[in-house]
């Protein structure tokens, strides 16, 4: 006679056992909802405000400014108060634009020369020029540093287009090279890499102001440049980056920076405030009465002026971050201007103080103004197996979401919900009837699955050196159950004797134990379960 499978009787008895109250019903979290990886512990939500550090001039806010018919002095005015307008005290910057190179090549569609530093000029003809450490050109071994000076009407390119000449020497036996152009054609190639071309004029006319003051404020000092063409400063794109709208704007600020009692103000600035710029003070610790905090009322016209949810798991956050033992919950310390300036990470261990910049970089958030929520579901420590037939506590940690549910999908089956769980701190009770997976779920996120095993219950009717008998719960008719002696070595078992599991659950086998040995009866299930095992026994006949 044809009867079902013991793996598929039990799950309809785990989807009974999962909860105590009402009959389990459909996930909550299907579709387009996103399901941490198993195992990856708590799900922290990130919802925010802004892009970038917020400090000094937001570009979005700059822009809803100049569409309200603000002029660039005004909007600077804004952002930086307290700062005034006068003109650069130079008018050439060097930029880096390669650093440890084995070798370079430079090129112009028409003819250029190569000036040495021993005064020596080389003309080379139109193409490229391969520059290696040894400084050969045309056959002839130069002196370092080289000034490779563009032809006229033809720009130099190194990987890209730049006006003005590029100077290459050599440190410790590799390559430098810097664009050396006028102040004014640098800012052609930064504005548009800053700020979209398309933008308002007096918006592009801040963004210049902005970009000129930042590029002498942050010059390097005592060192061979004054800027990268990089983040580490700001972008700069060269000569194919340039626009008619963003040229005319460096035009119409010409040699206009920011000063600050005498001194060129460090002019940050950065995408989206969010609604409210960020000081100095509370990002860099150092204070400046031009960098304060200060309302942006027309930053809403960003994309990134509010963002999120954005979810993170406690494993990402611990790899990121080099926590060890897990993170199980978050709590933030704001600044004075709203923002995050401290996390406190709950490990099992002590609890772990965190930057929120230093986070924000680690896991890439748009900003420090955000707030954070949680859903963190914890096994019983040590998540050992449970006994069938036994309950198993699992506590639960959920701040800032609503329309929580646990799920469960017993091994074979599928998610299903068992029932709404509060908000704050609570330990659930579940008695699972196979191995099953947990997690807290709302309609749109579900946190990492918790996995617990359950063991058979395997109970000893009769145990001597010739005969033990017993039974098994669940039913699993045909598993194999094995005797095993323990070993020398206290912690391995061998099989000495092997039989199945009768239908009713019961099982018998013939055994030639030894007096005194250690044994254990043990049930390996095929699937669905851990094995399980009864405790030592000590054969005394």
Request: proline share 9%; hydrophobic share 40%; with cysteine.
């Amino acid at each position: 006679m044809l009867r079902p499978s013991p793996l598929l009787v039990l799950l309809a008895a785990a989807f009974a056992a999962g909860s105590a109250a009402a009959a389990p019903q459909a996930p909550v979290c299907t579709g387009t909802c996103f399901a941490a990886p198993a195992g990856s512990g708590a799900l922290f939500l990130f919802n925010g405000h802004g892009w970038g550090h917020g400090v000094g001039m937001s570009q979005y806010g700059a822009y809803g400014y100049a569409q309200h018919g603000s002029t660039f002095q005004q909007i600077l005015a804004h952002y930086y108060p307290g700062t005034t307008l006068g003109p650069a005290p130079v008018t050439t910057i060097r930029v880096l634009l390669a650093d440890k190179k084995k070798a370079l090549t430079i090129a112009s569609e028409v003819p250029f020369t190569v000036r040495d530093g021993a005064g020596r000029s080389v003309p080379v003809d139109a193409g490229a020029l391969k520059l290696t450490p040894a400084l050969t050109v045309a056959g002839t071994k130069l002196t370092a540093p080289l000034s490779v000076l563009p032809g006229k009407g033809g720009p130099l390119t190194l990987t890209r287009a730049y006006r003005g000449r590029i100077d290459v020497d050599v440190v410790d036996g590799k390559l430098r090279a810097l664009n050396v152009v006028p102040l004014e054609q640098y800012l052609y190639g930064v504005v548009p890499a800053e700020m979209p071309a398309t933008w308002a004029p007096e918006a592009l006319k801040s963004q210049a102001v902005a970009a000129r003051s930042y590029a002498l404020a942050t010059r390097q000092v005592g060192a061979p440049f004054d800027v990268y063409s990089d983040t580490r400063s700001q972008m700069y794109l060269g000569l194919a980056s340039e626009t008619p709208t963003t040229n005319a704007a460096v035009g119409a600020t010409k040699r206009q920076v920011l000063f600050y009692k005498g001194t060129i103000a460090t002019t940050f600035f950065s995408s989206t405030s969010g609604g409210r710029t960020e000081s100095s003070q509370a990002w860099t610790g150092t204070a400046l009465p031009y960098l304060v905090s200060v309302p942006d009322p027309y930053d809403d016209i960003s994309p990134y002026h509010d963002w999120g949810p954005v979810p993170v798991t406690a494993a990402t956050i611990a790899k990121a971050l080099k926590v060890t033992g897990g993170i199980t919950d978050a709590t933030t310390t704001p600044d004075g201007n709203g923002r995050v300036a401290q996390l406190s990470l709950v490990t099992p261990f002590t609890p772990v103080s965190v930057a929120a910049t230093k986070l924000r970089a680690a896991i890439g958030l748009r900003s420090t103004w955000f707030t954070v929520s949680v859903l963190s579901l914890a096994p019983p420590a040590p998540n050992a197996p449970v006994v069938f037939g036994s309950p198993v506590t699992l506590g639960t940690t959920i701040r800032g979401l609503t329309g929580v549910t646990l799920e469960q999908k017993p091994a074979g089956g599928q998610w299903q919900s068992i029932g709404p769980v509060s908000s704050g701190a609570a330990r659930l009770t579940q008695k699972p009837a196979l191995n099953t997976d947990y997690r807290l779920a709302t309609s749109t996120v579900a946190a990492g699955a918790v996995r617990i095993k359950v063991a058979p219950a395997v109970t000893l009717s009769s145990f001597s050196s010739t005969q033990v008998t017993g039974s098994v719960q669940p039913l699993l008719p045909d598993a194999p159950v094995e005797v095993q002696q323990q070993n020398p070595d206290l912690t391995t078992w061998t099989t000495v004797a092997v039989a199945t599991i009768a239908a009713d659950g019961t099982f018998s086998l013939p055994v030639q134990l030894t007096a005194g040995a250690t044994y254990r009866v043990s049930v390996v299930p095929a699937s669905g379960f851990a094995p399980g095992t009864t405790a030592p026994q000590v054969v005394v006949r």
